[in-house]
Nanobody, 125 residues
Framework: QVQLVESGGGLVQPGGSLTLSCAAS????????ITWFRQAPGKEREGVSC???????EYAEFVGGRFTIFRDSAKNMVFLQMDSLKPEETAIYYC???????????????????WGQGTQVTVSS
C-alpha cells in the first residue's frame, strides 16, 4: 500500500537549517508530484513546495529562496532543505502525494490522495 513517512524534524534555532525527508513506498515515485505542506498551531494548513514528475520545482511565495525541494529516485525519497528558518515556521510538516504527475494548486485538496503522518519542526532559541 502507499506510504509516506516523514523524518528529520526537530528543534532548531532561528536562522538555522533543517532537512526533512520523505520516504515513499507503494507507488512509482517518479510518476507523481510530491508536495510539502505545513500546519502551525491554530493556523490553516498551507502549501510549502512541490516537485513534479519531471523535477520541476514550485515554492510558496513566503519561501523566498530559502528552501530547496529535491528527489532521490534511487532511494524513493523526497527532501525539503530549509535554511534561514524563522520562529513563525514552527509547524508540523507533511509530505503529500499528488494524484497527477504535475503539481496541483495547494488549495485544491482533491488533487492529493495520500498524506504522511507529519514531522514536527520547532524554530526557537
Amino acid at each position: 500500500q502507499v506510504q509516506l513517512v516523514e523524518s528529520g524534524g526537530g528543534l532548531v534555532q532561528p536562522g538555522g537549517s533543517l532537512t526533512l525527508s520523505c520516504a515513499a513506498s507503494g507507488f512509482a515515485l517518479n510518476s507523481y508530484a510530491i508536495t510539502w505542506f505545513r500546519q502551525a498551531p491554530g493556523k490553516e494548513r498551507e502549501g510549502v513546495s512541490c516537485i513534479n514528475s519531471g523535477d520541476k520545482r514550485e515554492y510558496a511565495e513566503f519561501v523566498g529562496g530559502r528552501f530547496t525541494i529535491f528527489r532521490d529516485s534511487a532511494k524513493n525519497m523526497v527532501f525539503l532543505q530549509m535554511d534561514s528558518l524563522k520562529p513563525e515556521e514552527t509547524a508540523i510538516y507533511y509530505c503529500v502525494k499528488g494524484r497527477q504527475s504535475y503539481c496541483s494548486p495547494y488549495e485544491a485538496t482533491a488533487g492529493y490522495d495520500y498524506w504522511g503522518q507529519g514531522t514536527q519542526v520547532t524554530v526557537s532559541s
